[in-house]
């Protein structure tokens, strides 16, 4: 049977963890090589860098760090953030990245999704969603979410997956950092929409969110940062908990 | 001992390279290569793929002599080679993945899409999933039965003899997903995804 997954966020900039784990036994807590692989040694099912560098003199550092972890961990790892094109796609991917998650670009441009779907195969391409709810519907935001594209989610879900998307990432921007919980509706709709794996994201606070993302949202992955962040919960002990609740997890 | 690892520009082989640097530490060579007379010349192969099976069967044929030195090392000399996801799949006579295309005929059978039961089944079927061995296999050796492997494709092997099934996983039918004819071996899921276990896989696979 197929188990849901959990997957752990690190949020890198300058090729630096912002946030993290914070183990007293971690060496250097800001280096996302040594986090990524305490949490694929914890039972992480994948890895998750989300690269939040600003400035374009530094986007450079997120190689280093994808070549280096792919190096020490192998389970699959998806990085994302200021994906733009084809050619920075295939950047990643030499550099040892199993996935791509590209958010901004494959609004303007929708193509990117579709060549690179067929160049290196829908498997490694995720298209993030970020969605904010307007009235009964919900809007794509890009730009981290500064920008409202005001195309609605669930059409553009449906869009993505016909273009080649293996995977679809969602994250409610209403929910994100409030630690209340995935946008459970959000969730379902999108999920009950499109017949390719819907990963939740933004909201959680306790390993109860994590059944609810998996239970009610339909989701077959979810993802969370903060949670994990400053050792609150371990992998470890989410899994055990989806376990004790009948979520079918690799254990 | 070397191993080559068939560089044939088709998607992502970062990780293949890495999980098996990472096994083979100094004991073993690993080189990753199209070269021919490299192929020809090491003790094993792995075939790795990713995309679809027509692009994965077009980039092999873009390289000339390719999939000749491939057959005379895997059916005429019997030399030890690892399939792995549409690596396997292209040991099939045809697969119908974009349109039907011509695999290696090293394992007869077809490669068609995975029934996903009118979307009750997502696909592409990603993630972890436990294998169920039905085969002692060589590359199996130390792996439990119901270990967890990690998958990511929507179509599926279907060998027309069954007994060169080695494992079978359940996703909306039992899937294949590992075979073992002689001295050929695939594995539908990545073993260099798949954690320590799939590290050991490789590392069977390697002390053949």
Known sequence: MLKNRIIPCLDVKNGRVV?????????????PVEQAKIYSDGGADEICFLDITASNENRDTIYDVVEKTSKKCFVPLTVGGGVRSVEDIKKLLNCGADKVSINTA?????????????????????????????????????????????????????????????????????????????????????????????????????????????????????????????????????????????????? | MNVTIVDYKSGNISSVINSFKEVAKDK??????????????????????????????????????????????????????LGICVGLQMFADVGYEETETKGLGWISGKVSKIDNQNGEYKLPHIGWNQINIVKDSKIFKDIENNSHMYF?????????????????????????????????????????????????????????
């Open chain 2, 28 to 81: 073993v060579s690993i080189e990753v290569t199209s070269d021919l007379n490299k192929i020809k010349s090491s003790d094993k192969v792995v075939l790795p793929g990713q995309g679809s099976f027509k692009s994965c069967v077009d980039a092999l044929n873009k390289i000339k002599g390719l999939v000749d030195t491939l057959n005379e090392f895997a059916i005429n000399n019997k030399k030890p080679l």
């Open chain 1, 106 to 251: 494959a609004v303007e441009n929708s193509k990117v999704v579709l060549d690179s779907s067929k160049k290196f195969g829908s498997q490694c391409i995720v298209v993030a969603i970020d969605a904010k709810k307007n009235g009964d519907k919900w809007e794509v935001f890009t730009h981290g979410g500064r920008n409202n594209s005001g195309i609605d989610a669930l059409e553009y879900a449906e869009q993505m997956e016909k273009n080649g998307a293996g995977e679809l990432l969602v994250t409610s921007m209403d929910r994100d950092g409030t630690q209340v919980g995935y946008d459970i509706d959000l969730m379902s709709k999108i999920s009950s929409k499109v017949n390719i794996p819907v990963i939740a994201s933004g909201g959680v606070g306790n390993l109860d969110h994590l059944v609810d993302g998996i239970k009610l949202g339909k989701a077959s992955a979810v993802l969370a940062a903060s949670i994990f962040h400053y050792g609150k919960h371990s992998v470890k002990e989410a899994k055990d908990y989806l376990d004790s609740k009948g979520i079918p997890v690799r254990i």
């Open chain 1, 19 to 31: 946030k993290g784990i914070n183990f007293v036994d971690l060496k250097d807590a800001g280096d």
């Open chain 2, 152 to 208: 990511v494709h929507s179509y599926e092997f279907v060998p027309n003899d069954k007994k060169v099934i080695s494992a079978t996983t359940d996703y909306s039918s039992n899937i294949v997903c590992s075979v073992e004819k002689e001295n050929i071996f695939g594995t539908q899921f990545h073993p260099e995804k798949s954690d320590r276990i799939g590290l050991k896989i490789i590392d069977n696979f390697i002390n053949l």
